[in-house]
């Protein structure tokens, strides 16, 4: 079979990240992918990040060892914020949901951020995620060699996305991407565009994943959607936190239905001639998902990397890659394997 160039769009969700792990493990296996672009959000960042390093340093194979030790560190995070402290005792995704629904209205985290902010720590305030972020080669993950790869972060004062590529991206870059605002300290980057330092939260505000940085003409067309946050859920919440928990999901979706709806608009001023040829990309679009395994779980559980909580998400996210390359692989570089206009009407 030829090669399929595509680009990845990495959604976020805190350790609900680790599908995308299972998605990456499956396509990195298959000869016949060749990524070229990677954008990332938050855990989409994070996961580029792993590997487009691995990959510069031992093609897919190294990429597909340094997923795996990027995930390893995660399940290794020791912190309150990430976490309750008997999260080691619930190896099961369901499991973990189950009983944050049913002895507490709200999980030991949330509860947690509703009397505390990060800058009530003072002096003892550390981002546990930075222990694992610095440990990123940046030569490799800044280099020219691998895919194209670029971070969002929202920019706390105007509201409007950055987005971090090449040199830019760094261990606070990565740190901003995947801020969780009532969990961390914003990330202070220095904006070389007004010689001033911006403080940064999670860039699935507005862009979880962005898409616009794909649509580089030297890149593929064909651009693949890792998602984690359903966007339909079909029973309307009930409960205190069944409300939040879509709330969470809903504004984490917006923009990319954004974008879904910019990429449909052009696609139809093309169809219908009243674009030149070549004037504007047209955009392929395809989306890996398992929205009956996430809609089951809560926002409780991208708090809670326990290891067999990864472990289970892995798994889903290698099948579920397996059944999209069965069912929709030879869409790729041919045709989108979304209808466009169903999904954003």
């Known amino acids: 079979m ?31 992918i060749e990524i ?83 800058y009530d720590f003072g002096p003892f305030y550390v981002n546990p995620l ?13 280099g020219s060699a691998g895919p194209a790869f670029h971070v969002a972060a929202t920019n706390v004062r105007s509201g409007k996305i950055r987005v971090f590529s090449g040199a830019e991206i760094s261990t606070d870059a990565i740190l901003a991407s995947a801020c969780v605002p009532t969990l961390f300290r914003a990330v202070e980057i220095d904006d070389p565009a007004t010689g001033l330092s911006e403080a940064y939260w999670d860039g699935g505000y507005t862009g979880n994943p962005a898409l ?28 205190a936190q069944d409300i939040l928990d879509r709330i969470n999901e809903v504004s984490f979706n917006s923009s990319l239905l954004r974008e879904f709806r910019a990429i449909n608009f052009v696609k139809e001023l093309i169809a219908d001639g009243r674009v030149e040829a070549g ?35 892995k798994a889903a996210g290698r099948a579920a890659a397996e059944a999209f390359l069965a069912r929709h692989g030879g869409a790729l570089n041919r045709e989108s394997s979304v209808d466009l206009g169903a999904l954003v009407s």
């Open 36 to 118: 070229a672009g990677i954008s990332g959000t938050s855990a989409g960042a994070l996961n580029g990040a792993a590997l487009k390093a691995g990959m510069a340093m031992g093609g897919r194979d190294g990429a597909r060892e340094n997923l795996d030790w990027l995930w390893a560190q995660v399940g290794a995070v020791g912190d309150m914020r990430m976490a309750s402290w008997f999260r080691a005792f619930l190896p099961v995704s369901t499991l973990w949901s189950d009983l944050t629904e049913r002895f507490a209205p709200f999980s030991p985290g949330e509860t947690f951020t509703r009397l505390f902010s990060p």
């Open 2 to 32: 030829a090669v399929r160039r595509i680009n990845l769009a990495l959604q976020g969700g805190g350790a609900h990240g680790a599908f995308t792990w299972g998605v990456l493990d499956r396509f990195l296996e298959d000869g016949t």
């Open 130 to 142: 930075e222990r694992v972020v610095s440990q990123f080669h940046y030569d490799l993950v800044c």
């Open 279 to 313: 004037a504007m990309k047209d955009v392929l679009v395809h989306i890996v998902a398992d929205d009956a395994l996430m809609t089951s779980l809560t926002a409780a559980t991208k708090l809670v990397p326990t290891l067999g909580l990864l472990w289970e998400l």
């Open 212 to 239: 616009f940085p794909l649509f580089d003409p030297g890149l593929p067309a064909d651009i693949v959607v890792v998602s984690i946050n359903p966007l339909r859920r079909e029973a309307v919440p009930r409960s």
